[in-house]
């Protein structure tokens, strides 16, 4: 008797028929806008459909502008303020979350740190924007802190998600073992857990960063007057003229932002 040997193939989804030109047309509706917005910051013309030579003027331009550079240095202070905040708080949470054991009520715990990435954008900002203007009112204070609550708030599970990764990958033998010998929670963590997850808290903060420096609707929404970031700027110069030094700071954001990511991705992709 006779056995019949059957071999299953791996299932590949290049195999799938149409899947190649379905990818193809995706990326080239995702990127064709952003290396046309790159091409054109160098246009030596005013228009942004008209090509009329290479120039670095607009980049000049946009160097030597007073409100952009406000907008800059507020756009960076605000976004690491907000990220190292944020990635304080997000580390405290992810050993909250991964060094004791399952509770009832952990999901939710998870649920509610996260909550900000599965609540719309828009409904955050308007939240923010009745909650903080309640506020305004009763102590007369306009500052800046309300925008570094706000970004703050956004920003924890960004800082988290990668940090509880870091953790729940991490042995906890050594761990283990300075209890054991001994040594106090706090001192365990600075000798132990610290330099081993150090790498995912980096990555948090740079992703935490990254997305406080793009964010336009939750600035637009909780920002007083005299408080543009870069974005709000940008988005402001549009609904009056628009000129390819739009192009030039849009360009250096998405450079500094591949950056960041390339970075993120460097440290999250560390096996040691």
């Not at 609540?119 to 903080?132: G, K, R």
Request: charged letters at 15%.
């Amino acid at each position: 008797m006779f056995k019949i040997l059957s071999f299953k193939r791996a299932f590949s989804v290049k195999k799938i028929p149409g899947f190649q030109s379905i990818a193809l047309i995706t990326f080239l509706l995702l990127y064709a806008p952003i290396i046309i917005l790159i091409i054109y910051s160098f246009n030596y013309g005013t228009t942004l459909s008209i090509w009329e030579g290479f120039s670095l003027k607009w980049y000049k331009a946009a160097w030597n502008n007073d409100a952009v550079q406000e907008a800059a240095f507020r756009s960076l202070y605000l976004a690491a303020t907000a990220a190292t905040i944020a990635t304080i708080a997000a580390t405290m949470a992810a050993l909250a979350t991964t060094r004791t054991k399952k509770f009832k009520g952990s999901t939710f715990i998870y649920t509610i740190i996260n909550q900000p990435l599965m609540v719309p954008e828009i409904v955050t900002a308007v939240a923010l924007l009745i909650f903080f203007a309640i506020i305004k009112v009763a102590t007369g204070y306009t500052g800046m802190m309300y925008m570094i609550m706000a970004h703050t708030a956004f920003c924890i599970p960004f800082a988290y998600l990668p940090i509880r990764a870091r953790l729940e990958l991490m042995d906890m033998t050594l761990e283990t073992a300075g209890a054991d010998l001994y040594a106090t929670p706090w001192k365990t963590f600075k000798r132990i857990t610290l330099p081993m997850i150090w790498p995912g808290i980096i990555a948090g903060f740079m992703l935490a960063f990254v997305i406080s420096l793009d964010d336009v609707v939750i600035s637009e929404f909780v920002k007083s007057a005299g408080q543009e970031t870069l974005p709000t700027y940008m988005l402001g110069q549009l609904r009056r003229i628009i000129t390819p030094e739009v192009n030039a700071i849009a360009s250096i954001l998405l450079t500094i932002s591949i950056l960041f990511v390339a970075i993120f991705f460097i440290l999250t992709g560390r096996k040691k």
